[in-house]
């Protein structure tokens, strides 16, 4: 073990390797490079701002992506550990879902009305997730606005509860931080027009004395939770929490509403199915169909049949839930196709047995070379937390964080043909992934490692 450096020399390190590292990228992509220089139309030069976020010079265009591998415009083969921030969870291109595909290219893919999936689609999330009923939406940031619409509306009430540091998609209830104990709109927000503390509650996660401070005045349509916070670092639920949490929401008569868009990578149904964890709603996005644009969300019967009451008692009229495309004939293909061949207990058992090694391998690598650091996981899904011992909530996660090293370790890793998310360097283990591509990114891990904390220096 070397000698264990402070923070702020790991940092110093870290910032001379990502400025090495960056001019290597720039110097092996010329392609790319050209691409986004050349493109018109788009704002900044890319489809979608986000990504511009990755910590490279200028993002690597992706010419061919493939179970577990991508290849970028410059001829590249790049182990992929992101697969699309979960999106393509289960690989690139499942041939089932790419079967589907051609299948409903020539039956039509959309009509707003149900395809002749949609009872088998309805039957399998009720066996796979637990809850009796579901609507499909097109991402899970509309699924979660639904969800919340339904919450108020058999309620009665007009706030929810969200855990500070949070992710949500683009939900604007979510869109929130807990600063000195209030809550407020996040700075970063664009054409921010609504004071969300009027309508966000945010409190720590892990913090069961606050959830029934905040849960006590009876004005929470529903809490709504990822059962793993992964957005601000990966924090795992302190003993007894989820069994509080659903205890707290049910005496306050408030809805509790568990997204499990990301913690989909713990096992066959989620953490909801592996934990017993018992939702009125529930959400799941972006792996669910194998990559194609697909949300669900769930009911249970106390709620539906709420619901119900609620719908006949109303108008006619867009009740606010629902576009045009959601449910139609080409997400509903997909979906059957990766809830019966995709999403399996063989493929979750591949990746878990992968992402156990790759976590077993970073552990190692941190032993050896001295930092202060852990690993975190939640099945298929990895994070190294800069912090000695578990985070318990976003501000000892905030705490933990350090852009020179995630950017830094980022960069070199990719250059050495592993992709990781440009978000905390989360990875994921896709059940294409290979031993020896598993072994070459801890090996890579390792020697980003021995470089920053300065072993043999």
């Known amino acids: 073990m070397s000698e264990i450096l402070s923070r702020s020399a790991l940092e110093a390190r870290a910032q001379v390797m990502a400025a090495r590292e960056a001019a290597r990228f720039a110097e092996a992509r010329p392609k790319s490079r050209a691409a986004h220089g050349g493109v018109g139309g788009f704002l900044d030069g890319v489809p979608m701002l986000w990504m511009l976020d990755w910590p490279t010079p200028f993002p690597m265009v992706v010419d061919q992506a493939s179970g577990a591998r991508l290849v970028d415009l410059d001829g590249h083969q790049i182990v992929d550990l992101c697969l699309g921030d979960t999106g393509a969870m289960f690989g690139h291109g499942p041939a089932p879902v790419l079967e589907a595909l051609k299948r409903t290219a020539s039956r039509g893919l959309t009509t ?21 009923f579901w609507q499909v939406a097109a991402t899970a940031s509309d699924a979660n606005r639904f969800a919340i619409r339904v919450a108020r509306a058999v309620t009665g009430r007009a706030k929810v509860l969200v855990f500070d540091g949070c ?48 849960l006590a005045g009876s004005e929470i349509a529903c809490v709504l939770a990822e059962p793993v916070m992964t957005n601000c670092g990966m924090i795992l639920p302190g003993p007894g929490f989820h069994a509080a949490l659903r205890r707290l929401t049910r005496e306050a008569g408030t809805l509790l509403l568990i997204d499990e868009t990301h913690t989909l990578s713990s096992g066959l149904g989620g953490y909801t199915a592996l934990h017993g964890l018992e939702p009125d709603l529930f959400v799941a996005g972006k792996a669910v169909a194998g990559g194609v644009p697909t949300a669900v969300w769930g009911l249970s019967h106390a709620v539906a049949e709420r619901l119900d009451a609620v719908r006949r008692a109303r108008p006619d009229g867009h009740s606010g839930i629902g576009t045009t495309l959601s449910g139609s004939a080409l997400q509903l ?104 591509e598993a072994d070459g990114f801890v090996s890579a891990y390792g020697e980003a490692l021995a470089e920053l904390c300065g072993a043999g220096g």
């Not at 503390?197 to 606050?210: G, L, R």
Request: glycine share 6%.
């Open 333 to 436: 293909a997909c979906l059957r196709a990766c809830l019966e061949e995709v999403m399996t207990a063989e493929a979750y058992a591949a990746m878990e047995r992968q992402a156990g090694r790759i976590a077993g391998g970073l552990a190692a690598a941190i032993a050896r070379f001295g930092p202060p650091w852990h690993v975190a996981r939640v099945g298929a899904r990895i994070e190294v937390v800069f912090a000695k011992d578990p985070v318990r909530d976003a501000a000892e996660a905030r705490a933990a964080a350090s852009h020179p090293i995630e950017q830094a370790l980022h960069l070199f890793l990719l250059n050495r043909g592993y992709l990781v998310t440009p978000f905390h360097n989360m990875v994921l283990a896709a059940p294409a992934l290979t031993d020896a």
């Open 167 to 214: 992710y949500h998609g683009a939900v604007d209830d979510t869109l929130v931080d807990l600063v000195d104990g209030r809550t407020v709109s996040r700075r970063s927000l664009l054409g921010q027009a609504v004071d969300l503390s009027q309508t966000t509650v945010s409190i720590p996660f892990n913090d069961e004395a606050a959830l029934a401070a905040a």
């Open 112 to 132: 707003m009305l149900p395809s002749s999936d949609a009872t088998a689609v309805g039957r399998l999330l009720a066996e796979r997730f637990g809850l009796p």
